[in-house]
Nanobody, 116 residues
Framework: QVQLVESGGGLVQPGGSLRLSCAAS????????MRWYRQAPGKERELVAG???????NYADSVKGRFTISRDNFKTTAYLQMNSLKPEETAVYFC??????????WGQGTQVTVSS
């Protein structure tokens, strides 16, 4: 059974940091690209960062220089280090594992609230 379990969300002040984790099981993790998306209330889900199965990262322009995506194939876990967080980045953050249109898995999400 495929599972993606996000953790690490919470309440943080503007300018603060959080590290999200996505623990994966039930599929061959190393064969999948891993991505983080977020969805704010009333807005569409947007891609925040991705990392290929070879470890190549890419980022949305809005988070470049502040967020870092990484993966540990031995622990079958993906991470998103978020620094200098802004109130407008309050959202539910989702983990996604993607290989092709048929092998596309999602976690349940973790809430990140940036507020003073």
């Amino acid at each position: 059974q495929v599972q993606l379990v996000e953790s690490g969300g919470g309440l943080v002040q503007p300018g603060g940091s959080l590290r999200l984790s996505c623990a994966a099981s039930g599929f061959t993790f190393r064969n999948y690209a891993m991505r983080w998306y977020r969805q704010a209330p009333g807005k569409e889900r947007e891609l925040v960062a991705g990392i290929s199965r070879f470890g190549m990262p890419n980022y949305a322009d809005s988070v470049k220089g502040r967020f870092t995506i990484s993966r540990d194939n031995f622990k079958t876990t993906a991470y998103l280090q978020m620094n200098s967080l802004k109130p407008e980045e309050t959202a539910v953050y989702f983990c996604n594992a993607y290989r092709d249109m048929r092998d596309d898995y999602w976690g349940q999400g973790t809430q990140v609230t940036v507020s003073s």
